[in-house]
C-alpha cells in the first residue's frame, strides 16, 4: 500500500513553468512505477509521463514531449513533474499514480491510465494564455 500527495499546482501565465511533486508513504517507494496524468472537466483521464522503478526509462505523451521531464528520487520517496512552456490546453486537475505489478513494457505500451492501482488526490493547474 502507498499513498500519494501531490503539490506545486497553480495559477501560472502561457509560456511560463511549473514544478509537481508527489510525494509518497511507505519503505518500498522502489518497486513503484510511477505516473503523471491529467484530467479536464469532463474529459477522460490521460496519460502525461511515466517513469520506471529505477528511472532509467521515460514516456511521454506526445502533447507534452520536450516541454515536460518527469524525474524521481527515490531517496526523497518522491516523483516530479517539470512543466515548462506552458500552454493554455495544459491545464487540468494532474494526479500522480503508482503500479507495482506491471512490467515497465506493459505500461509504456499501453500508455493509459487504466491499470494503475494507486492513486493522488490531485493538484489543479491552470495556464491563463
Known amino acids: 500500500q502507498v499513498q500519494l500527495v501531490e503539490s506545486g499546482g497553480g495559477l501560472v501565465q502561457a509560456g511560463g513553468s511549473l514544478k509537481l511533486s508527489c510525494a509518497a508513504s511507505g519503505r518500498t517507494f522502489s518497486s513503484y512505477t510511477l505516473g503523471w496524468f491529467r484530467q479536464e472537466s469532463g474529459k477522460a483521464r490521460e496519460i502525461v509521463a511515466a517513469i520506471s522503478r529505477p528511472g532509467d526509462s521515460t514516456y511521454y505523451a506526445d502533447s507534452v514531449k520536450g516541454r515536460f521531464t518527469i524525474s524521481r528520487d527515490n531517496a526523497k520517496n518522491t516523483v516530479y513533474l517539470q512543466m515548462n512552456s506552458l500552454k493554455f490546453e495544459d491545464t487540468a486537475v494532474y494526479y500522480c499514480?503508482?503500479?507495482?505489478?506491471?512490467?515497465?513494457?506493459?505500461?509504456?505500451?499501453?500508455?493509459?491510465?487504466?491499470?494503475?492501482?494507486?492513486w493522488g488526490q490531485g493538484t489543479q493547474v491552470t495556464v491563463s494564455s
Open positions: 499514480a503508482a503500479d507495482q505489478i506491471r512490467p515497465w513494457t506493459s505500461i509504456r505500451d499501453s500508455a493509459s491510465a487504466i491499470g494503475w492501482r494507486f
